[in-house]
């Protein structure tokens, strides 16, 4: 039985990305989790006590209220079958609230929409998002774009430098998605010039086409572009990638992209969904004319 969170704020976006994993998961048996949190607004001084108090009754109602309407929503579109669903409603900060709902519900994944109820449209993925990522390292985040319409995962991308060893477990959440939909790995290492692997990098690209023995995979080589991010937003779209796949943990693509000064400007944007996965010792277990130059194993 999986476990799976839906942290939500009420919003469309939000509602796309639990519409998105019920789709996902829609023939295994799953207890989804719908979190919502709330807080009031900061008092300037001790007089502003009482109207805290209201805030926080105010927004207690609105939280459990907003919960009630979503499994009703879900219910009339897309009835129970072997799905549950419990919901959480917290006074609490929304990373906090979720690192304490995967130790205590022992989730499997969290999924998350890439903005809010405010919109941005300039800030990458999203505040809330981007919190969930660099605060959520013990448990697998999916990342669902704004406007994005399930699509069965045939094209995975899984993109890595092979810098780093892979354990079985970390590699389970992206392998368990390829078996489930019969899906196609794509292994993409992008490269700053064109080279070939070190001793390390080639054991790791061994080890790694080991695990997903299963799993049909080819190995992708491709020229950096502006940036990563660039880069893979034109390899997934050349390639008609319905789900990109990274490991998260120190000098990682994600975290590179995370710096990159392009984010903000360029907005790399998730266009497809994300699967950021924690490594093991944190986790339970383009313009459209852009071209890249790409082999392949």
Same mark, same amino acid.
């Given at each position: @039985?999986?476990?799976?969170?839906?942290?939500?704020?009420? *919003?469309?976006? +939000?509602?796309? +990305?639990?519409? %998105?994993?019920?789709? =996902?998961?829609?023939? /295994?048996?799953?207890?989804?989790? =719908?979190?919502?949190? %709330?807080?009031? +607004?900061? +008092?300037?001084?001790?007089? @502003?006590?009482?109207?805290?108090?209201?805030? #926080?009754?105010?927004?207690? *109602? %609105? *939280?459990?209220?907003?919960?009630?309407? $979503?499994?009703?929503?879900?219910?009339?579109?897309?009835?129970i079958n072997s799905h549950r669903f419990k919901t959480h409603s917290s006074f609490s900060l929304l990373v906090d609230q979720i690192k304490e709902l995967v130790q205590n519900e022992d989730i499997d994944i969290v999924v998350t929409g890439t903005k809010g109820a405010s919109g941005l449209k300039e800030v990458f993925m999203g505040n809330n998002t981007v919190r969930i990522l660099k605060g959520i390292r013990d448990c697998p985040v999916l990342v669902i774009p704004q406007y994005f319409d399930f699509t069965n995962l045939k094209e995975i991308a899984f993109a890595t430098d092979f810098n780093r060893f892979y354990t079985k477990s970390e590699l389970r959440p992206l392998k368990d998605l390829a078996i489930i939909f019969n899906a196609t790995v794509r292994i993409v290492h992008v490269q700053h010039e064109i080279k070939t692997l070190s001793e390390l990098?080639?054991?790791?690209?061994?080890?790694?086409?080991? %695990?997903?023995?299963?799993?049909?995979?080819?190995?992708? $080589? &491709?020229? /950096?572009?502006?940036? #990563? *991010?660039?880069? =893979?937003? &034109?390899? $997934?779209?050349?390639?008609?990638?319905? =789900?990109l796949a990274m490991l998260n943990y120190q000098h990682s693509y994600m975290e590179k992209i995370t710096r990159e000064p392009v984010v903000k400007s360029l907005t790399f944007h998730t266009q497809i969904p994300l699967l950021i996965i924690p490594e093991l010792g944190m986790s339970k277990t383009m313009k459209s004319n852009d071209k890249v130059s790409v082999s392949s194993v």
């Open positions: @039985m999986r476990n799976i969170l839906l942290p939500t704020d009420f *919003s469309e976006n +939000a509602w796309n +990305a639990i519409s %998105y994993a019920i789709k =996902l998961f829609k023939e /295994e048996e799953c207890v989804f989790h =719908l979190l919502n949190t %709330y807080t009031p +607004a900061i +008092a300037s001084n001790r007089f @502003m006590a009482s109207s805290i108090n209201e805030n #926080i009754l105010n927004g207690e *109602s %609105y *939280s459990k209220n907003g919960l009630k309407r $979503t499994i009703e929503r879900i219910t009339n579109k897309f009835g990098q080639q054991f790791n690209l061994d080890m790694l086409r080991k %695990y997903l023995d299963e799993v049909e995979h080819f190995v992708h $080589t &491709v020229s /950096e572009l502006n940036s #990563i *991010s660039q880069t =893979l937003r &034109v390899f $997934t779209n050349e390639l008609d990638i319905h =789900l």
